[in-house]
Every structure is written in C-alpha cells, then in structure tokens.
C-alpha cells in the first residue's frame, strides 16, 4: 500500500504549509494501519470518553500506579490532570483511545505521561500524542519535558529514546520519590529535535 492510498483526499502533508492560526503541530494525524485520526485537546465532554477509557484499560499495562483502578480513584486522578496539565488526546469522531499530558503546565520543566488503549498500541498514536506535547511546550517556552519508565518497558523507552528522550538519573532504594525501578528521562527544548515536531505529522514517520 502506498502513501497516496492511506493520506485522505482533503489533505496532503507534504503540500500543507500552515497558516498563522494553526497549533504547533498539526493535529491530523494517519496511523500505521491507514486510520485517520484528529490529535487535539480534550474538548468539554470528553472527560467522560477519558474515564471509559481508562476504565477499560488493561492492568497490566499499569506503570508506577497509574492508571489508577476504580471509578473513584479514575476521576479524582484525571480532574487533576484536567485541570493543572496540558492534555492531548487520540480520537476518531467521538471515540477517544489516547491520552497524553504533561503536569504542571508552568513548571519549567514538567513531567509527561502518555496512555493508549491496548486495543490501538503499535500504530504510532503514542508517539504523536507525545510530538503534540514536545511542540507545545516548545512554544510555551518550556525549558524540558522528564519522565520517568521503568527498565522492563522496552517499547515505551525506544520511543522516547526516538523522540530524542536521554536517560539522566535512576532512582535510588531510598529516594522518596521513588516509585518503582524506573528511571528518568530528559528532552531539552532548545535544540533541532523538539523544534522538529513543530511541523505537520509525516506518514509513516
């Protein structure tokens, strides 16, 4: 299949040059099986959407706690992402699959956390939610995004790894910020990298 087969009719990304009112990276988006998808933030609504998802969410894909279990746990955790992070999510109409944000929105150097439905994993959605926040905490003036993932995730840190993420430090036995064996990884957004995600998604990319 080519290229041409899976782009949709209305829009070719590499004629599109932007205009003054687009973010800083343009939230169409075409997955690896040809499923067109709109990367954007969360509309008013979709919280509900968000809280199905993570309902469903497969346990065993649970990374230092989260996503939490329960209903309760569920919402108290996403209101707080709501409502002090930047949020991206994955949807196709009304179906919402991936979640991405970065808390808190004025730290200089904020932690991000990205989260696909097992159902649509290995189709490239995680790694766009992840250009999305890359983009716009490069616009926002930010000076890094950390995270932290632990050593058995070895899909999850060639992703970051690709994304130009570097390990910078692993959290000892008595660190009390320690949650697991994970480590933290850094991506400064001052240099080519970040500012590369500030264009239109490439297929395939």
């Known amino acids: ?24 990276r343009c939230p169409r988006f075409v997955d690896h099986e ?3 998808w709109t990367i954007e933030p969360p509309r008013e609504g979709d ?27 569920i919402a108290s955790w996403l209101d707080g992402l709501l409502d002090d992070g930047c949020n991206f999510v994955a949807r196709s109409g ?29 189709r490239g959605l995680g790694t766009e939610l992840c250009r999305h926040l890359i983009a716009t905490a490069a616009a926002a003036d930010r000076r890094a995004l ?25 959290r000892t036995a008595d660190d009390p910020l320690r949650r697991s064996r994970s480590f933290e990884m850094r991506l400064p957004l001052t240099d080519d990298r970040a500012a ?10």
């Open 34 to 36: 040809g499923q067109s």
């Open 94 to 122: 009304e179906q919402v699959v991936g979640h991405a944000v970065y808390v808190a929105t004025d730290d200089p150097e904020p932690e991000l956390a990205v989260f696909v439905h097992q159902d649509y994993q290995n």
């Open 47 to 73: 919280r509900a959407a968000l809280a199905e998802m993570y309902d469903d969410f497969d346990p065993s894909q649970r990374a230092q706690g989260v996503p939490p279990i329960g209903d309760d746990r």
């Open 1 to 24: 299949m080519s290229t041409d087969d899976l782009v949709c009719s209305a829009w070719t990304p590499g004629a599109c040059e932007g205009t003054p009112h687009c973010p800083p």
């Open 146 to 170: 950390v995270l932290e993932v632990e050593p058995t995730n070895q899909n999850a840190i060639a992703v970051y790894e690709k994304l130009g993420f570097e390990r910078v430090q692993q």
């Open 196 to 205: 590369s995600t500030q264009r239109p998604p490439v297929l395939g990319d």
